[in-house]
C-alpha cells in the first residue's frame, strides 16, 4: 500500500527520466582524402530540455578508442531524428569503426551503429 508522501514522491519526479536513451539510427561516411572522412550521423532522442538532451556522438575504433566526436550544442527537441556531420582522421589500419551517441541523463546504452571504412 502505498503512502500519500510515497505518491506525492513519484509525482514529482523528473519527467526527463523517461525520455529514454540515445540512439544512432542511421551514418554515411566518405572519404575526403587522406585520413580524413567525413560522418553524417543520424540520432533520434526525445530530447526534452536543457538538462536531457542528446549531448554528442563518437566515433570508436573496434578496440574501443574514440577517434572523434560531434558535440551538440542544444537540445533537437522539434527536430527528430536529426542528422549532424564532422570531419575526423581515421589512421589507415582501421576499415570498421563502432558509432555511438550519448545524452546527459542515461549518458550512453542506446542503439550503436557499425560500419565499414573504405578509403
Known amino acids: 500500500m502505498r503512502t500519500p508522501l510515497s505518491i506525492l514522491f513519484l509525482l514529482l ?11 544512432v539510427i542511421a551514418a554515411e561516411v566518405e572519404h575526403t582524402g587522406g585520413d580524413f572522412y567525413q560522418f553524417k550521423v ?8 536543457w538538462e536531457h538532451f542528446a549531448k554528442a556522438w563518437e566515433v ?8 572523434g566526436a560531434r558535440i551538440l550544442l542544444h537540445p533537437h ?6 542528422t549532424r556531420s564532422h570531419t ?3 589512421p589507415e589500419n582501421v576499415n570498421q569503426v563502432t558509432i555511438r551517441t550519448y545524452d546527459l541523463i542515461h ?7 557499425t560500419i565499414d571504412i573504405k578509403p
Open 42 to 49: 543520424t540520432v533520434q532522442h526525445d530530447d526534452e530540455s
Open 107 to 113: 549518458k550512453y546504452g542506446g542503439q550503436e551503429l
Open 88 to 90: 575526423i582522421v581515421i
Open 77 to 82: 527537441i522539434n527536430e527528430q531524428p536529426f
Open 60 to 67: 570508436l575504433d573496434m578496440n574501443g578508442n574514440i577517434l
Open 13 to 23: 519526479l523528473p519527467c526527463s527520466i523517461f525520455a529514454g536513451e540515445a540512439d
